[in-house]
Structure formats: structure tokens, C-alpha cells
């Protein structure tokens, strides 16, 4: 029995002790295929898996990237949409022959005629009622006077409303202005106004025009051509109040509604910053977003999609490569068992490439010596490596190039921004015109710029500025061009753009010999107030220079340098106007105010010690000697005047100041003080000087009382004479009255009326 026991166990210690030799010391065919599955399984994990989470990286930033074009996309559609409103308002502008109606409506009604302020009235109203129908974009148009009251709108209910303090009355009265959204207390509907000064013919701003726009457009705008699968969406959220203002895919949210939304990226568009990541929505679902914010509407635009649908590629890739990675270790042990000796070197270089691979070296690929399994398993282990190269080569250039055209955009509208404030900063029409070119010319790193206006009768743009030495002696030539000729006379007449990307081929291009290195030129019209004042010529040494987004940044641009321009030519003439009635206001007032001394019974007053006041008609040498300087004197007074000259101790110090009334000296204002209570204080001659203004303009206003009360009574007394003379119709009647009442009326000795000639 106990023999019985003991064989099993020797049985099992010796079979184990095989199956362990066999592990150690078996067949090479053996060991083969154990370092087969070693040297080739781990490397293709290794290399599934890196793909796989490259891949996973990569489509995660494409997702992002197409995420934030969209985004960008929308961007643009909306303030094209906000630049669109402006210009269908300026559409809305009277013209030259509907201005005397819509000065009609803006003025007082109690001071105009009734039937012509009600013909005007119904006659504007049509026609804005005919732009709605027509153009189908506002609302509703109204007109406001400057003091904010609605005198005309298609809205009855808002007529005589006060729209003053609101911020698009304020911005619109001085310049084309589109508001933040708002939501409407008369429809209960998120709005938009855009607003823009009503100028008479001088260009002083009589007025202001303004339209009320829903948000059906935008509505439009964020739904069309998402493309962004069944979980994406692209909406509009009000920054102040967090509000949806576009629809959602979510049933339960609703545009328009009270309720605020919060997301990480309805948080960081809020503080105007742009962006993009991963993270939760309004509804509380993983998405990735790109953001970013409309500062013109005042808006949060919002591009995402579901996290699980846009990583559904991701998974599915993943699952490829899990597969073609088992695929290759199963026909890496097929071939281990079928082929043995012959496939050891192979292998072993498939392995060692497949190393450097995994170690980052992409650009490396196995060598196929053979066409069996193994020289497959090589051909298999390089298209994936290719395959991975091509993909992350394509990502990185399209990262690349992306982000070379948005920094070559932000350039470009930096630089028109910086454009804008420089023109908007002067004030003087040729230093604008000269910083401008400059300012261009460095900024958008150009061959050359040029600047034309148009002369009095429009039939030459004249050159104002240019750069470098062509632009110096083009200026000295008085340089211009015939409208309709060459680039920048058709620039003009068409009123639009013309771009030569390859100037040689352009038959409209006038060839100049003074600039010879030019291969593609812009031509763009300058734009104030609805008209064309000239054009700008921008010019390049590279062939296709200029392409659509340039050309729209450089319109803008134009737009704002013309209206500097011709708001910096209105400013000099106004200066001008104002010095030309300063100046004859300050000689009328010179010449009333000598009248009034020149026939006045009185000249001056003085206080003396005891407070006493006096009339004086003596100019002492003090007095004149402000009088003549036209400024405050300081002086002394000494005991004996004769004895100026012999070292006599002054007892007095004046201070005499003159009176001006409008750059006019009328008058001294003169005070004395004793010798030993020192000499005048600062805040003393400060006082007086204030004083002396406050009586220059009192007086002034007393003259012009009394000038007008002696009119007054001098036109009551003509009628009164007047009256009493055409009683009769007897001449010498008429003549006895008329030398009666002149006699009385004048307070004269002696009025003598004759009849005749000296011949008699």
C-alpha cells in the first residue's frame, strides 16, 4: 500500500520537472516562437497604442478646430448682418429733395404750417413704410429731433415718445451706431436699434434716424449649415444677462426666456474672451465648445458638439487598430510555427524598427526581404506607420495654415484699427491726409500709397499725399487723374473697389514709370456721408497681394480715413467761421462801446476813504498806462509827483487792471494801498482780475439792454409821429405836425421842414 502511494508522486515531481525543462531547455522552434510572440506582441501593442492615442489627440483637436471655424464663421455672418443694418438705414436717409420735409418734422410743429408739416408728415411715413415692406428688414423706422422726441415712426403707439438718455440716441447723433441687444418693453421681444445722424445741407446734425430690428435674422444665421451632427448647435447668449437669444436643440430651453444660462464657455465669453475646450453646456452635457464675443451686438456666440458623437471616430479607429494589432500578433505566431530558422533575422529587424518607432522615430520603416507571412507582417507594420506620418502631417499643416490666415488677419485689422484712431485724432486736414499714407504704408509693409481727392468740380482726383521719393516728386508735379480714367478715376465713378492682382495684365492701370516695381494694385474709393471725396491706391511688389478679406479690411479702413477727412475739412471751416464772427461781434462791440463813451454824460466812479461815492471824468497816468499795455500794472504812488526824479518815498502802491468786453479794453479797474501794508498778493490781483471780467460782461449785457429799450422807444415815437402826421391829408398840415411832434419827440430848439430847391 505504501508503494502504491509513493509511485504517484514520483510520477508527478517528474512531470512537472519536464514541463519545466521543456519551457527552459525545448526545441528552437520553441524558443523561436516564445521570442517571436516577445520581440514582435509588445511592440505592436506599443505601436497600437501610441497611434491610437496620437490619433485620439489629433481628432480631438480637429473637432476643437472645426468647432472654432464655425464659430468664426458665425462671427463674421453676424456683424456682416450688423454692418448690413447700418447700411440699409443710411438707405432710409432723406435726399437732397426729401431733406426740406424731414427739416419740416424735426422743427417745432407750433412753428411751421400745419398743412405742410401734415403733408410732410404722411409724405415721410410712406416712404418709410415702403422701405419695411420692400427691404423687409426693420421693424419698424422712426425719426427724432435732438431734444429724444420721436416725431415720426410706422409704429403709431411710439409717437412723441422721449428716447433721450437711451445709449443709441446719444451714439447715433453722432455717428452710424447698432446697439446691444435689449429686450423691447412695447413687444416683449428681444431687439436691436440702429441709429445715425440726420444732417441738413451744411452737415450740422438736425436729427436722428433709427430702426428697430428682431432677432429672427440671427435666428437664421446660427441655424443654417452648422454641420455638426445630431448633438451640435450654434447659438447666441446675452452677455449682461446670460439670456438664450437663439433657438436650442434642447426642447426645455427657450429663446427669449427670463431664466439666465451657465456654462464655462457662457462664462468666459461674458469677459470677452475667445476660445475653445472641453467642457459642460447649459444642459449639463460633456461637449466640446469654441466661444467667443460679439462686442458690436454685445453677444456671446457659442459653436458645440456632444462628446461622445464627436469622439464616435476616435472609438471607432480605436477598434480598428486593437484589431489590427491582434490580427498581427495572430499571423506573427502562425509564422512562428511554420517557419523557424529562416525568419530570425527578419524578425529581429521588425523588432528593432518597431522600437525606434514606438521611440518616436516615424520616418523609419521595416525592411521586406520576403513575400510570406513575414514580409506581409512588415508591409502591414509600414502602412500603418504611414498611414499615422500622413495623418499628423496633414493636422500640423492644417494647424499651420489656419493659424498663418488668422495672424495675417489680426495683423491686417489691428493695423486698420490703428489706422482709424490716428485719422480720428487729427484735426488738421493735411497732416491727417500725410499720416495716414505713412501709417498705411508701414503697417501693411507696401510698395507704395497714395491718397486723391477730388477737386471743386469733381472732374479730378487730385494726389494730397504719397509715399517715398515718387510720392515727393509726384506732389511737386500736382499729380491728378481725370475721373473714369486709369484705376483710381473708375475707383471713383463705379464708386467701388478695383483690384489689379497682377497689374501688368489690367488695361484699366495707368502706368507709371516713377513706380516700377508694382505687380499688384488696389484701388478704393473714399466714402463720407453717402458720397465718394476721393480713393486710396495701395501698391505691392508681390503678384496676388491683395485677396477678398484684405480688400474688406482695407474698405473699412477707407471708410474711416474719408470720413476723417471730411470731418476734419468741416472743423476748419468752422474754426474759421467762428474766428471771422468772433472778430466782427468784437469790433461791433468796440465801436458801440465808444458811442456810448463818445456821447455818454459819464466816464467813471471812484470810492474815496470815507466810502463816499464819486463821479469822475479825469484819466490819471496810472490809468492810461494799463489802458495803453492792455494788462495788469503794478506801480507807485509817491508823495510829490514832481519830485519823482529826486528820491522821493512812494506813500502808495496801485494795481490797475483793464476790462475787456471780447479781446476789447473799454475800461481800468484801479485800487490803491498804503506803502506799509506791502506790496499786492497774488490771490488779491486774481480777485481783482475776476472782478474786472465779471464787470466787462455786465456791462456789456447793460449796453445791449439799453441800446434795444432806446430802439424800442425810438420805434414807439416814429409810430406815434407817424400816426398823428397821416391824420391829414393837407400838405401844409402834414408839415406843421411833422416839425411839432419831431421838435417834441427830439427835445430839439429849433426843427425847420422846406420845401423846394435852393433856385427858388
Same mark, same amino acid.
Given at each position: 500500500?505504501? =508503494?502504491?502511494?509513493?509511485?504517484?508522486?514520483?510520477?508527478?515531481?517528474?512531470?512537472?520537472?519536464?514541463?519545466?525543462?521543456?519551457?527552459?531547455?525545448?526545441?528552437?522552434?520553441?524558443?523561436?516562437?516564445?521570442?517571436?510572440?516577445?520581440?514582435?506582441?509588445?511592440?505592436?501593442?506599443?505601436?497600437?497604442?501610441?497611434?491610437?492615442?496620437?490619433?485620439?489627440?489629433?481628432?480631438?483637436?480637429?473637432?476643437?478646430?472645426?468647432?472654432?471655424?464655425?464659430?468664426?464663421?458665425?462671427?463674421?455672418?453676424?456683424?456682416?448682418?450688423?454692418?448690413?443694418?447700418?447700411? =440699409? $438705414?443710411?438707405?432710409?436717409?432723406?435726399?437732397?429733395?426729401?431733406? %426740406?420735409?424731414?427739416?419740416?418734422?424735426?422743427?417745432?410743429?407750433?412753428?411751421?404750417?400745419?398743412?405742410?408739416?401734415?403733408? #410732410?408728415?404722411?409724405?415721410?411715413?410712406?416712404?418709410?413704410?415702403?422701405?419695411?415692406?420692400?427691404?423687409?428688414?426693420?421693424?419698424?423706422?422712426? $425719426?427724432?429731433?435732438?431734444?429724444?422726441?420721436?416725431?415720426?415712426?410706422?409704429?403709431?403707439?411710439?409717437?412723441?415718445?422721449?428716447?433721450?438718455?437711451?445709449?443709441?440716441?446719444?451714439?447715433?447723433?453722432?455717428?452710424?451706431?447698432?446697439?446691444?441687444?435689449?429686450?423691447?418693453?412695447?413687444?416683449?421681444?428681444?431687439?436691436?436699434?440702429?441709429?445715425?445722424?440726420?444732417?441738413?445741407?451744411?452737415?450740422?446734425?438736425?436729427?436722428?434716424?433709427?430702426?428697430?430690428?428682431?432677432?429672427?435674422?440671427?435666428?437664421?444665421?446660427?441655424?443654417?449649415?452648422?454641420?455638426?451632427? /445630431?448633438?451640435?448647435?450654434?447659438?447666441?447668449?446675452?452677455?449682461?444677462?446670460?439670456?438664450?437669444?437663439?433657438?436650442?436643440?434642447?426642447?426645455?430651453?427657450?429663446?427669449?426666456?427670463?431664466?439666465?444660462?451657465?456654462?464655462?464657455?457662457?462664462?468666459?465669453?461674458?469677459?470677452?474672451?475667445?476660445?475653445?475646450?472641453?467642457?459642460?453646456?447649459?444642459?449639463?452635457?460633456?461637449?466640446?465648445?469654441?466661444?467667443?464675443?460679439?462686442?458690436?451686438?454685445?453677444?456671446?456666440?457659442?459653436?458645440?458638439?456632444?462628446?461622445?458623437?464627436?469622439?464616435?471616430?476616435?472609438?471607432?479607429?480605436?477598434?480598428?487598430?486593437?484589431?489590427?494589432?491582434?490580427?498581427?500578433?495572430?499571423?506573427?505566431?502562425?509564422?512562428?510555427?511554420?517557419?523557424?530558422?529562416?525568419?530570425?533575422?527578419?524578425?529581429?529587424?521588425?523588432?528593432?524598427?518597431?522600437?525606434?518607432?514606438?521611440?518616436?522615430?516615424?520616418?523609419?520603416?521595416?525592411?521586406?526581404?520576403?513575400?510570406?507571412?513575414?514580409?506581409?507582417?512588415?508591409?502591414?507594420?509600414?502602412?500603418?506607420?504611414?498611414?499615422?506620418?500622413?495623418?499628423?502631417?496633414?493636422? /500640423?499643416?492644417?494647424?499651420?495654415?489656419?493659424?498663418?490666415?488668422?495672424?495675417?488677419?489680426?495683423?491686417?485689422?489691428?493695423?486698420?484699427?490703428?489706422?482709424?484712431?490716428?485719422?480720428?485724432?487729427?484735426?488738421? %486736414? +493735411?497732416?491727417?491726409?500725410?499720416?495716414?499714407?505713412?501709417?498705411?504704408?508701414?503697417?501693411?509693409?507696401?510698395?507704395?500709397?497714395?491718397?486723391?481727392?477730388?477737386?471743386?468740380?469733381?472732374?479730378?482726383?487730385?494726389?494730397?499725399?504719397?509715399?517715398?521719393?515718387?510720392?515727393?516728386?509726384?506732389?511737386?508735379? =500736382?499729380?491728378?487723374?481725370?475721373?473714369?480714367?486709369?484705376?483710381?478715376?473708375?475707383?471713383?465713378?463705379?464708386?467701388?473697389?478695383?483690384?489689379?492682382?497682377?497689374?501688368?495684365?489690367?488695361?484699366?492701370?495707368?502706368?507709371?514709370?516713377? $513706380?516700377?516695381?508694382?505687380?499688384?494694385?488696389?484701388?478704393?474709393?473714399?466714402?463720407?456721408? &453717402?458720397?465718394?471725396?476721393?480713393?486710396?491706391?495701395?501698391?505691392?511688389?508681390? %503678384? +496676388?497681394?491683395?485677396?477678398?478679406?484684405?480688400?474688406?479690411?482695407?474698405?473699412?479702413? #477707407?471708410?474711416?480715413?474719408?470720413?476723417?477727412?471730411?470731418? #476734419?475739412?468741416?472743423?476748419?471751416?468752422?474754426?474759421?467761421?467762428?474766428?471771422?464772427?468772433?472778430?466782427?461781434?468784437?469790433?461791433?462791440?468796440?465801436?458801440?462801446?465808444?458811442?456810448?463813451?463818445?456821447?455818454?454824460?459819464?466816464?467813471?466812479?471812484?470810492?474815496?476813504?470815507?466810502?463816499?461815492?464819486?463821479?469822475?471824468?479825469?484819466?490819471?497816468? /496810472?490809468? #492810461?498806462?494799463?489802458?495803453?499795455?492792455?494788462?495788469?500794472?503794478?506801480?507807485?504812488?509817491?508823495?510829490?509827483?514832481?519830485?519823482?526824479?529826486?528820491?522821493?518815498?512812494?506813500?502808495?502802491?496801485?494795481?490797475?487792471? %483793464?476790462?475787456?468786453?471780447? +479781446?476789447?479794453?473799454?475800461?481800468?479797474?484801479? &485800487?490803491?494801498?498804503?506803502?506799509?501794508?506791502?506790496?499786492?498778493?497774488?490771490?488779491?490781483?486774481?480777485?481783482?482780475?475776476?472782478?474786472?471780467?465779471?464787470?466787462?460782461?455786465?456791462? /456789456?449785457?447793460?449796453?445791449?439792454?439799453?441800446?434795444?429799450?432806446?430802439?424800442?422807444?425810438?420805434?414807439?415815437?416814429?409810430?406815434?409821429?407817424?400816426?398823428?402826421?397821416?391824420?391829414?391829408?393837407?400838405?401844409?398840415?402834414?408839415?406843421?405836425?411833422?416839425?411839432?411832434?419831431?421838435?417834441?419827440?427830439?427835445?430839439?430848439?429849433?426843427?425847420?421842414?422846406?420845401?423846394?430847391?435852393?433856385?427858388?
Amino acid at each position: 500500500m505504501s =508503494n502504491t502511494n509513493r509511485k504517484p508522486r514520483a510520477v508527478k515531481v517528474s512531470k512537472t520537472r519536464q514541463f519545466f525543462r521543456f519551457l527552459r531547455f525545448g526545441t528552437i522552434r520553441t524558443r523561436l516562437l516564445v521570442t517571436f510572440i516577445i520581440l514582435v506582441l509588445l511592440p505592436a501593442l506599443a505601436v497600437g497604442s501610441i497611434s491610437s492615442l496620437l490619433y485620439a489627440r489629433a481628432a480631438r483637436t480637429q473637432v476643437l478646430g472645426h468647432l472654432e471655424s464655425v464659430a468664426s464663421l458665425k462671427q463674421a455672418e453676424v456683424q456682416g448682418w450688423a454692418t448690413e443694418l447700418i447700411t =440699409n $438705414l443710411l438707405l432710409a436717409m432723406p435726399s437732397t429733395d426729401q431733406l %426740406p420735409a424731414t427739416q419740416i418734422l424735426l422743427l417745432d410743429p407750433d412753428l411751421v404750417d400745419q398743412g405742410a408739416y401734415q403733408s #410732410a408728415y404722411e409724405r415721410e411715413l410712406n416712404r418709410f413704410e415702403l422701405i419695411i415692406t420692400r427691404g423687409r428688414v426693420f421693424d419698424e423706422i422712426f $425719426l427724432v429731433n435732438p431734444d429724444g422726441i420721436v416725431v415720426l415712426t410706422t409704429d403709431p403707439t411710439r409717437i412723441g415718445l422721449n428716447e433721450f438718455g437711451y445709449p443709441y440716441f446719444e451714439q447715433g447723433l453722432r455717428r452710424p451706431y447698432v446697439s446691444p441687444q435689449y429686450l423691447s418693453q412695447q413687444t416683449n421681444r428681444r431687439i436691436i436699434t440702429v441709429a445715425a445722424p440726420v444732417s441738413d445741407t451744411e452737415g450740422q446734425v438736425i436729427g436722428l434716424l433709427a430702426g428697430r430690428v428682431n432677432l429672427d435674422r440671427l435666428e437664421g444665421i446660427m441655424a443654417s449649415g452648422v454641420g455638426l451632427g /445630431e448633438t451640435g448647435e450654434t447659438y447666441l447668449v446675452g452677455r449682461r444677462d446670460y439670456r438664450l437669444l437663439t433657438s436650442s436643440i434642447y426642447p426645455d430651453y427657450v429663446a427669449g426666456e427670463s431664466y439666465p444660462l451657465f456654462s464655462e464657455g457662457i462664462q468666459r465669453g461674458s469677459l470677452g474672451a475667445s476660445g475653445r475646450g472641453e467642457y459642460q453646456n447649459y444642459a449639463g452635457e460633456p461637449v466640446f465648445g469654441a466661444y467667443l464675443y460679439i462686442d458690436s451686438i454685445d453677444m456671446i456666440l457659442l459653436a458645440e458638439q456632444g462628446r461622445a458623437e464627436a469622439l464616435s471616430a476616435i472609438t471607432s479607429s480605436v477598434a480598428l487598430n486593437v484589431a489590427v494589432t491582434v490580427l498581427v500578433v495572430l499571423v506573427a505566431i502562425l509564422g512562428a510555427l511554420f517557419v523557424t530558422n529562416r525568419i530570425t533575422t527578419p524578425i529581429s529587424n521588425l523588432a528593432h524598427t518597431a522600437e525606434k518607432i514606438a521611440g518616436g522615430e516615424l520616418e523609419l520603416e521595416a525592411t521586406i526581404s520576403r513575400e510570406d507571412e513575414i514580409g506581409a507582417l512588415a508591409g502591414s507594420f509600414n502602412l500603418m506607420t504611414s498611414q499615422l506620418r500622413q495623418t499628423l502631417t496633414g493636422l /500640423e499643416q492644417q494647424v499651420a495654415d489656419r493659424t498663418a490666415v488668422l495672424s495675417q488677419r489680426t495683423a491686417y485689422l489691428q493695423a486698420a484699427a490703428e489706422v482709424g484712431r490716428a485719422a480720428a485724432s487729427v484735426l488738421d %486736414p +493735411d497732416q491727417l491726409i500725410r499720416q495716414v499714407v505713412d501709417l498705411i504704408r508701414e503697417r501693411f509693409n507696401l510698395y507704395y500709397v497714395g491718397l486723391f481727392t477730388l477737386d471743386e468740380p469733381e472732374e479730378w482726383a487730385v494726389l494730397r499725399a504719397g509715399t517715398g521719393d515718387a510720392g515727393k516728386i509726384m506732389l511737386e508735379r =500736382n499729380h491728378r487723374i481725370r475721373i473714369g480714367s486709369g484705376m483710381i478715376g473708375w475707383s471713383i465713378a463705379n464708386q467701388q473697389p478695383r483690384i489689379a492682382l497682377r497689374a501688368e495684365l489690367d488695361d484699366a492701370r495707368l502706368v507709371n514709370p516713377l $513706380l516700377p516695381l508694382t505687380r499688384s494694385e488696389a484701388a478704393i474709393p473714399l466714402r463720407s456721408r &453717402g458720397r465718394v471725396i476721393g480713393a486710396l491706391t495701395v501698391q505691392s511688389v508681390q %503678384p +496676388d497681394a491683395f485677396d477678398e478679406a484684405t480688400v474688406a479690411v482695407f474698405e473699412t479702413m #477707407a471708410d474711416q480715413v474719408g470720413t476723417a477727412i471730411d470731418n #476734419a475739412h468741416l472743423f476748419a471751416e468752422s474754426q474759421v467761421a467762428y474766428e471771422s464772427l468772433s472778430r466782427a461781434y468784437g469790433e461791433q462791440t468796440q465801436q458801440g462801446w465808444l458811442n456810448r463813451l463818445r456821447f455818454g454824460h459819464s466816464l467813471g466812479y471812484r470810492s474815496d476813504v470815507s466810502g463816499n461815492v464819486v463821479r469822475t471824468e479825469e484819466w490819471l497816468p /496810472e490809468l #492810461a498806462l494799463v489802458y495803453e499795455k492792455r494788462e495788469a500794472v503794478i506801480g507807485h504812488v509817491v508823495e510829490d509827483a514832481g519830485a519823482a526824479g529826486s528820491g522821493a518815498q512812494p506813500k502808495e502802491i496801485f494795481l490797475g487792471v %483793464p476790462v475787456f468786453i471780447r +479781446d476789447q479794453i473799454i475800461g481800468v479797474i484801479q &485800487g490803491y494801498k498804503p506803502v506799509n501794508e506791502g506790496e499786492w498778493r497774488t490771490d488779491e490781483i486774481e480777485f481783482m482780475q475776476d472782478v474786472a471780467n465779471i464787470v466787462g460782461m455786465t456791462l /456789456e449785457n447793460a449796453r445791449l439792454y439799453e441800446d434795444t429799450q432806446r430802439r424800442a422807444e425810438n420805434e414807439r415815437i416814429v409810430s406815434d409821429v407817424s400816426s398823428r402826421i397821416r391824420q391829414s391829408l393837407d400838405v401844409d398840415t402834414v408839415m406843421q405836425t411833422a416839425v411839432v411832434e419831431l421838435q417834441r419827440a427830439l427835445g430839439l430848439k429849433d426843427i425847420t421842414i422846406r420845401l423846394g430847391d435852393t433856385h427858388e
